[in-house]
């Protein structure tokens, strides 16, 4: 059977369960008055159907055999997961390093993790930086941050 | 203001020199990232919009329009040249497009998509121009009750025509819908499913979630591949198509073009399934069928005219009744509002130079594309060159800064963040992403015409069924609920 569907149906049942619960708190009101649960109420229910039906279906049609451990096979999931780290921590020094100094290091990771030279790499992530920024904060006018620098 | 003055006025409002310069621009930018592969005009829109935001209103819809219009020009010259289509509406272009590379008539399979692409897409715009005054005037005339049934229509018909599994379609578009949800109620004000965070109060922003699920994800999924794409190495040269590929596509043209005018107008339809449909037509017409897929120049000529006519028309739901007929236009909404302009019936009278100049802008994009596109072929081509570790740090920058300029607010990294690696997961265990963000861009206007029809009928459902509108709208869904199970049930007796 997909175990892809399996699994995606279990999440999306408890997220569900989760968004009905919290519209039972907001009060889901009557068909004359509709209150602010009455939406997340039907579409928290919808999802719940609908990702059982799924769950119920798959486990039917156990000619498909497809794993979830198969998404993974010859594929570089490390580098994505690599990544979105960078890009997470980047979100959060953004603030205090500022657009110039958080870029530069993050332009350098990136361009770093696809296996440039040093220098190259010293030179497209100053190029790139340089580039956007003057692009959008000296040409559009857009407010980057500026960090604890102050630049 | 009729048709023809209103083209006049809009052309008065494109022609200024600032707004032909974004014309241009928007046309060279969305066709540069159109022809990345897997970007698209969402992604292209997505990472683009952030140029916009210091633009008038006016110049700054215009701008995004050629983009959109660029984009669907340059997911084209990917399909032909590498096997791998720009954005969804060029898979099919891929199977008679590359093979006619193949066998060194690129050239030709190119020219043929931007003739074909332009002469589909002026013809949609001129529909779009006659259509759009009377359906505005038609759309005053709708109240909450009507808006809910078109909407739901809407629903179903993304549901109905959904590329993979009609479930998950449903799934997606519920779980957009619960997203949309978050923040301030649009009635009573209290607080969704915000936990505290003032950065929800007014929900989630649509752009870093489509730059998330559109641009980012794509960038994941290209990041995983182990091998890089191989570029045909030809000459692209004699773009003009000979008289006698002319002639062989003539009709296809002409049926891509009729195909993709009505379905762009359609809910879930628009130029993705319109190249679908076109092609399947011309190898169903066609004496020679055997020859489609090894490079029949029909075969190109079709889907491209379907896809350009599709785009043009699917203005109209978006301009006359604020209602987005697919993702791309979704996000175009979202990118509306961001600029002060609120698409819809009031939008004629309202904004009149933007409503009208922007359809005199995509008549000029048009002209645009077919000039330039055909001698900046061999640039783009060597844009298609530049290597995967250069372009991708380059477009997650982009998506950075797009996502960041919204708000200008970090949350909106986050946001887009979360979202590209949802969407990365989502194409993984085999959803498509396009049925959320629908979702999510029409779940309020679902939830307060409901709410309010409601109201107005003191809880009673009957309302949807005494306004006539309503009434057809209602009907079309049911009928479209009800024909999948009869045709299974039929199959299952066969069987």
């Not at chain 2, 898979?91 to 093979?99: I, M, P, S, W």
């Not at chain 2, 923040?183 to 915000?194: F, V």
């Not at chain 2, 003032?198 to 182990?226: C, D, M, Q, R, Y």
Request: net charge positive.
């Amino acid at each position: 059977m997909d175990q892809r569907n399996l699994i995606s149906s279990i999440i999306w049942f408890l997220l569900a369960a989760f968004v009905l619960i919290i519209s039972l708190s907001l009060g889901v009101g009557a068909l004359n008055n509709p209150q602010a649960g009455f939406m997340p109420f039907w579409t928290g229910l919808l999802v719940i159907i609908f990702s059982l039906v799924l769950f119920a279906m798959t486990y039917r049609k156990r000619s498909v055999a497809v794993r979830w451990v198969d998404l993974w096979h010859k594929v570089s999931w490390r580098k994505i997961v690599v990544v979105a780290a960078c890009l997470a921590i980047y979100a959060v020094v953004l603030p205090w390093a500022g657009y110039l100094i958080a870029t530069g290091v993050l332009m350098t990771l990136l361009f770093r993790l696809s296996s440039m030279k040093i220098w190259t790499t010293a030179f497209s992530a100053a190029l790139s930086v340089g580039f956007s920024y003057g692009l959008f904060h000296f040409i559009l006018k857009t407010p980057l941050p500026r960090g604890i620098w102050g630049f | 203001m009729d048709a023809l003055n209103g083209l006049f006025y809009g052309l008065s409002v494109a022609c200024e020199f600032h707004n032909l310069l974004l014309i241009l621009a928007g046309c060279l930018l969305g066709t540069l990232v159109g022809v990345l592969p897997g970007l698209g005009p969402v992604g292209a829109i997505s990472i683009l919009l952030p140029l916009t935001f210091q633009l008038p209103p006016a110049g700054a819809i215009i701008m995004l329009a050629g983009i959109y219009n660029g984009a669907m020009y340059g997911g084209s010259t990917t399909s032909i040249l590498i096997n791998v289509p720009g954005e969804a509406a060029s898979v099919v272009t891929c199977l008679d497009g590359y093979a006619m590379a193949r066998r060194g008539q690129a050239g030709a399979a190119l020219g043929i998509a931007v003739f074909g692409s332009f002469i589909a897409g002026t013809v949609g715009l001129i529909g779009l121009q006659l259509v759009a005054g009377p359906l505005s005037t038609l759309a005053l005339k709708f109240g909450p009750p009507e808006y809910f049934a078109v909407i739901l229509m809407g629903f179903t018909f993304i549901v109905y025509l959904a590329e993979r599994s009609m479930i998950k379609a449903v799934l997606m578009a519920a779980i957009g819908m619960t997203l949309s949800l978050i923040g301030l109620d649009p009635i009573t004000a209290q607080q969704r499913m915000t936990f505290g965070n003032i950065h929800l109060f007014e929900g989630l922003s649509v752009v870093p979630l489509a730059i998330g699920l559109f641009g980012l994800a794509e960038v994941f999924i290209n990041l995983e591949k182990t091998a890089s794409v191989k570029i045909l190495n030809v000459k692209v040269r004699n773009m003009f198509p000979r008289k006698s590929q002319w002639l062989q596509a003539r009709w296809a043209i002409l049926r891509g073009t009729v195909i993709g005018f009505f379905m762009g107008i359609l809910p879930g339809g628009g130029p993705v399934l319109s190249t679908f449909i076109a092609y399947g037509v011309e190898k169903r017409v066609s004496k020679h069928p055997e020859q489609f897929g090894k490079g029949a120049i029909e075969g190109v000529a079709a889907p491209e005219s379907a896809n350009n006519a599709a785009a043009s028309t699917s203005f109209i739901p978006l301009m006359t009744l604020g209602i987005p007929p697919n993702v791309v236009l979704a996000v175009l909404f979202g990118a509306f509002l961001i600029h002060g302009v609120t698409p819809g019936p009031m939008m004629m009278t309202q904004h009149p130079e933007i409503f009208w100049g922007v359809i005199a802008s995509m008549y000029l994009g048009n002209v645009i594309l077919l000039i330039l596109n055909l001698p900046l072929i061999p640039l783009w081509v060597q844009v298609l060159r530049i290597p995967d570790k250069i372009l991708y740090p380059l477009i997650i920058l982009f998506c950075l800064i797009g996502a960041y300029s919204i708000n200008n607010s970090v949350f909106d990294i986050g946001v887009m963040l979360c979202f590209g690696v949802a969407g990365y997961l989502l194409k993984k265990f085999d959803y498509e992403a396009a049925p959320l963000i629908l979702g999510f861009v029409l779940g309020p206007m679902f939830e307060v015409n409901l709410r309010r029809s409601l109201l107005m009928s003191q809880g009673s459902f009957g309302i949807f069924v005494e306004r006539p509108i309503a009434l057809v709208a209602l009907i079309v869904c049911l009928i479209l609920i009800v024909l999948p199970q009869v045709k299974a049930i039929r199959e299952m007796r066969h069987k």
